[in-house]
């Protein structure tokens, strides 16, 4: 079976979800599976191309993206790689266009990741209704099956009015056999890593900030790690700054790689208080390093709450505040969450496990014609 999966871009602008198809379809390869990736090519794709292997990437270049021709490009490479099955990993995009108007026979999947999210849908909310009714409609319906990653986002999908075969399968994460204990230079970190976006409410996660306890923050840094996908990093700075934080709080830009790997071993807690997710990788992420989580419940994550590797927030500042100055007081309580996060990276999200899982619901597809 030839599996393709196809995405708007294979690079780190595309925030998580490459992140997510990377350890997917290196653990299916690893099964024995024929894995294809195809990709929008932007500005990083060359340079980050090799974080990919042993899976080569197809680019494809982006010339004619405004007009539609990017759409084209992408589905000739689709005719000439004659998949079993495509999956399509997102949606509003030239990936979703281009497999809207691929007549290759094979029968397509489709992850949202995310984007069928209630909050989500309401961003950009007329634009989306337009590329709904000329293309991801259509492309939505005739899927072999929709992939959810969580319950919550099963949900979000009937509510968008999809009556077809659901399957839930979360994302997975690759586990170091072994990690050290949780650092204890001072000050300790509290670590926020993905897109600098509303979404993730990181303007209230610096309003709650603002509100802890002086000694608190003199004890713990605030450090905000992503790259800025729409222009909002300044106001995002200048509200530190009005708030008189000063270096209580950094922007580091986005991190990959071992500086990704790094900023990961030097914090001592992970915090993630977003509107709407998907399943966040940079949450799975967090617990394979074996680091306690702050997140709120729109991170479909409901097992980290179950197994005490995760504290709930809420996105009111106030709220947010009063948890985190409960919780980063508590070194024992930090040290048992780091653990238990641990543990369930291994136990329920090792890729190799969820690659399995993948391909069974793809072999029924394709069995199944």
Known sequence: MHIVHLLDTSSRLGGGIPEAVKGLARAQAAAGARVSVLAGADARSLADASDWAPLAVDNVPSAGFA??????????????LRPDLVHLHGLWGPAARALAGWRGGAPHVVSPHGMLDSWALARSAAKKRLSA?????????????????A??????????????RVEVV??????RQQIGPLTSARPRTLLFMA??????????????????????????????????????LDSLRQQAAAAGLGNGVSFPGGLHGADKDA???????????????????AVLEAWAHGLPVIMTQACNLPEGFA??????????????????????????????????????????FAWDTIAARMLAHYHSVVEGR
């Open 133 to 149: 009714a000329l293309w991801e409609g259509g492309l939505l319906r005739r899927a072999a099956f929709i992939h959810a990653l």
């Open 170 to 175: 979360p994302n997975g994460v690759t586990c």
């Open 67 to 80: 007009n539609g021709l990017h759409g084209a490009a992408l589905r000739a490479r689709l005719d000439e």
């Open 263 to 281: 900023a990961l071993h030097g914090a001592s807690a992970f915090i993630l208080p977003s509107h709407s997710e998907g399943l966040p990788m």
């Open 307 to 348: 197994a005490g590797a995760a504290v709930e927030v809420t996105t009111d500042p106030a709220q947010m505040a009063t948890v985190l100055a409960r919780v980063l007081a508590d070194d024992s309580a930090l040290a048992a969450m780091g653990a238990a996060g641990r543990r369930l990276a291994l136990e329920r």
């Open 195 to 232: 897109r600098i976006h509303p979404k993730k409410g990181l303007a209230e996660l610096i309003a709650a900030w603002a509100m802890l306890p002086p000694e608190l923050r003199h004890d713990w840094h605030l450090r905000i790690a992503g790259w800025d996908e729409i222009g909002i």
């Open 151 to 164: 319950g919550a986002e099963e949900q979000a999908v009937r509510a968008y009015g999809l009556a077809g």
